[in-house]
């Protein structure tokens, strides 16, 4: 079982910046991604972005140039940089950890509880 507790978030006008952070533990091992989604009731879970252990990272087109993730690999966190922040970046934000035992087995997926990202005037 692996855990994960999510910090950051809340309110800011637009234009404004937040960060959010997320701390992985328990049985973890060598290989995993590490990311965050976000959803707004009554819709999909959509991508922000993912990092892999080794560095590789994905952004959803819609956040890329304003957001920026990164992860410590030794304190299994991971952190998501969020500039120039829209009204339609507002939605609860999912820290997502995925890992598997090997190149052959299928991906363990964990998620955080969600934090409140909200961006108004």
């Known amino acids: 079982q692996v855990q994960l507790v999510e910090s950051g978030g809340g309110f800011v006008q637009p234009g404004g910046s937040l960060g959010l952070s997320c701390a992985a533990s328990g049985n973890i091992f060598n290989v995993f991604i590490m990311g965050w989604y976000r959803q707004v009731s009554g819709t999909e879970r959509e991508l922000v972005a993912t990092i892999s252990s080794g560095g590789t990272t994905e952004y959803a087109d819609s956040v890329k140039g304003r957001f920026t993730i990164s992860r410590n690999y030794a304190k299994k966190t991971v952190s998501l940089q969020m500039n120039s922040l829209k009204p339609e970046d507002t939605a609860v934000y999912l820290c997502?950890?995925?890992?598997?035992?090997?190149?052959?087995?299928?991906?363990?997926?964990?998620w955080g509880r969600g934090t409140q990202v909200t961006v108004a005037p």
């Open positions: 997502n950890f995925r890992q598997r035992r090997n190149v052959l087995a299928k991906y363990t997926e964990y």
